[in-house]
């Protein structure tokens, strides 16, 4: 079949396609198909298992869409019998993911500010400091961290989701990186007209930098929504739990009830995916960012 | 040179400005300006990183139990029973980093080889090339726990669609050569488990690598690969001679990136396996935290934590100058060499 494509015709007008390329283009295809089963279809199946009965999504030959839709996974979940408040859940991830982005975005911008663009004795020093957290693994501040927030009375409350991880280098030094990049004339003319350096940082150096802030404010939501160790342990109440700790519980309640435990992993899933599909530039952008400036 | 695509985007560098001194006059402020600017994160910082990495050093010299009201100074002796095989500490806390250990060794030479080949499969230029990326990279957006639960169930010995499809497609017959009988007990027998953790976590995390071995990629200026064509490079060469020098600043960054990542797992195990068959799969920071958050033993956590990142500390340096240019001063000095000659 293939022999005919190659074989040569003088006055062939179409490029020619050798055998070769024919199947090498084909094999191309049908990797790049197998890659899209192999890194989608896991996220698919979470899905339609939550669609099914109880019964279906245990039989064996396993069905790939669901025969009937059924939601009385949905139902179990969501039910207000009051054994597990997935609702409250969504909704405390939610506050605390939100949270946690709109302080990250506010202290870290404006300490990324004077770090870039003002000049004062222990500057360097300051950056050096914070910088150098960036290569401490986390773990080592978990101990510490439980008995502050212990002594700030913040056990099982949101505040310790929300404040502690907003301590991190990263998005200074991320926004650093760009508001030393805008030119400093934007700056001078403000200046001229008057500015002082909070109007300056609020009306020309955020405005400008709107990309990295929208990078910086998805990647610090994400981290937030997904972190399991630490809700996990500074949370105890059900009703106080995220959606990731209270997964946990879930589990364990429901060992093989998979429809249930897809369900929940499922909503779980659900505003991260939507998030990433209108965001994808700029957390991918974000993530390719990191990489180069180390 | 990994900075050009950064660059690109930013107006102009410095050295171009007309005016060095342009910015003097903005400069002029109060000279607490920049400290009410950086208080807000600087109180977080202190209360959360500051203070606790000293904090941590502290409790870790004290019997520091939780529970009790008295926290005698015990100064080493949380870092000493380590060391030593008769306290109660050291056989969790070892088991712990053989588990840990293993996971990073069978899982960092995946993630760091795989994402260079999927870069590479990923930087040609097809239709639907930015969508592809994206579904490689979406897992990634997925938290750790939705992750573990998803596999819990697609790996489930009895159920789970991975043993159907390996029986329903043959697959199986392949592994009966080897002596595995279905069901394959990817959860409950070694080495499954260790297979299943390492699978899932590079489905996982593997397209967060070949974001940075993209972007390293296209920062690899074309005319290296024209002068390469020019010289005769086969593909092969081009690779060996071009890409890989240029791909090495990213390849220090990633390879630190997945040690450090592989080294904290806790999640996967946590939700998958539970740490088992028997205590297999739980790795040093599950010991970590039973021993300071369950058994409130934070003194000895402390300790274990502080030790912990000093061998990570020292592989991070052994990884730095390992992958380092070490041709540079020899490259430099022919540069140099080449130059005086033309002069």
């Known amino acids: 079949m293939t022999t005919t494509v190659s074989r040569p015709t003088a006055r062939s007008t179409r490029p020619r396609m050798s055998a070769g390329m024919l199947l090498r283009s084909s094999m191309f295809w049908l990797m790049l198909a197998a890659l899209f089963v192999t890194f989608f279809g896991p996220i698919l199946w979470m899905g339609t298992t939550s669609l099914k009965t109880y019964g279906e999504a245990t039989s064996i030959p396993p069905t790939i869409l669901p025969s009937t839709f059924d939601t009385s996974a949905y139902d179990t979940l969501l039910s207000l019998d009051g054994q597990y408040p997935v609702l409250r859940w969504v909704l405390n991830s939610l506050v605390a993911a939100l949270g946690h982005m709109l302080l990250v975005l506010v202290v870290a911008s404006m300490a990324a500010y004077a770090l870039a663009r003002l000049q004062f004795r222990g500057r360097g020093l300051i950056f050096a400091l914070i910088v150098s957290t960036l290569f401490v693994p986390g773990f080592v501040f978990i101990m510490p961290n439980y008995l502050i927030i212990d002594q700030l009375g913040w056990l099982n409350t949101i505040w310790a989701l929300i404040v502690p991880g907003a301590a991190g280098a990263f998005g200074v030094f991320f926004l650093r990186q760009f508001f030393v990049a805008i030119p400093t004339e934007l700056e001078e003319a403000a200046a001229l007209d008057g500015a002082n350096h909070w109007q300056i940082f609020t009306r020309v150096i955020l405005p400008n930098a709107k990309p990295a802030l929208a990078t910086l404010a998805v990647l610090s939501f994400l981290a937030n929504w997904n972190d399991y160790i630490w809700p996990v342990y500074v949370l105890f109440s059900p009703e106080r739990l995220t959606l990731p700790a209270g997964l946990k519980l879930l589990q364990g309640a429901y060992v093989t009830d998979y429809p249930v435990i897809m369900a929940g992993a499922f909503v779980a899933s659900v505003p991260v995916l939507i998030l990433f599909i209108f965001t994808q530039r700029y957390i991918i952008e974000g993530v390719a960012r990191s990489g180069l400036k180390g | 040179m990994t900075q050009q695509s950064v660059t690109s985007a930013r107006p102009r560098p410095a050295a171009e400005q007309p005016q060095p001194r342009a910015g003097r006059k903005v400069r002029r402020h109060a000279w ?43 100064g080493l002796d949380n870092y000493l029973d380590l060391f030593n095989s008769a306290a109660s500490a050291f056989s969790r806390f070892w088991e712990g980093m053989l588990a840990t250990g293993t996971f990073v060794v069978a899982s960092v030479p995946l993630l760091i080889v795989l994402p260079l080949l999927m870069a590479l499969l990923l930087n040609r230029k097809f239709p639907g090339r930015t969508f592809m990326r994206a579904v490689i990279f979406m897992p990634y957006v997925l938290g750790v ?47 499954w488990a260790w297979i299943s953790l390492v699978g899932l976590t590079v489905w996982w995390t593997l397209g967060f690598n070949t974001i940075i071995y993209i972007a390293g990629l296209q920062d690899i200026p ?4 024209d002068a390469a064509k020019v010289d005769g490079a086969s593909r092969g060469q081009q690779f060996r001679y071009v890409t890989m020098p240029g791909l090495r600043p990213v390849m220090v960054f990633i390879v630190t990136l997945t040690v450090l990542a592989s080294a904290n797992m806790f999640g996967q195990s946590d939700l998958v396996t ?8 739980r790795t040093v920071l599950m010991v970590i935290l039973d021993e300071g958050l369950g058994a409130y033993r934070m003194g ?11 061998v990570l500390g020292i592989i991070s340096i052994i990884n730095f100058l390992a992958l380092r240019d070490r041709d540079r001063p020899r490259r430099r000095r022919r540069k140099a060499a080449a130059k005086g000659s033309a002069l």
């Open chain 2, 32 to 74: 607490w300006t920049p400290y009410a600017f950086l208080a807000p994160f600087l109180a977080i910082f202190g209360t959360f990183v500051a203070f606790p990495a000293i904090l941590g050093v502290w409790m870790s010299l004290h019997d520091w139990d939780y529970l009790m009201p008295n926290k005698p100074f015990v």
């Open chain 2, 145 to 191: 726990a939705v992750v573990g639960v998803l596999f819990r169930f697609i790996l489930d010995p009895n159920i789970g669609i991975l043993n159907f499809l390996i029986e329903s497609s043959g697959l199986i017959h392949v592994f009966g050569l080897f002596g595995v009988d279905a069901p394959i007990p990817w959860i409950t027998a070694q080495p």
């Open chain 2, 300 to 310: 000895s956590a402390a300790a274990m934590g502080y030790l912990l990142s000093v």
């Open chain 2, 222 to 225: 074309a005319e290296l690969y």
């Open chain 2, 274 to 281: 539970a740490g088992g068959p028997g205590d297999s799969t």
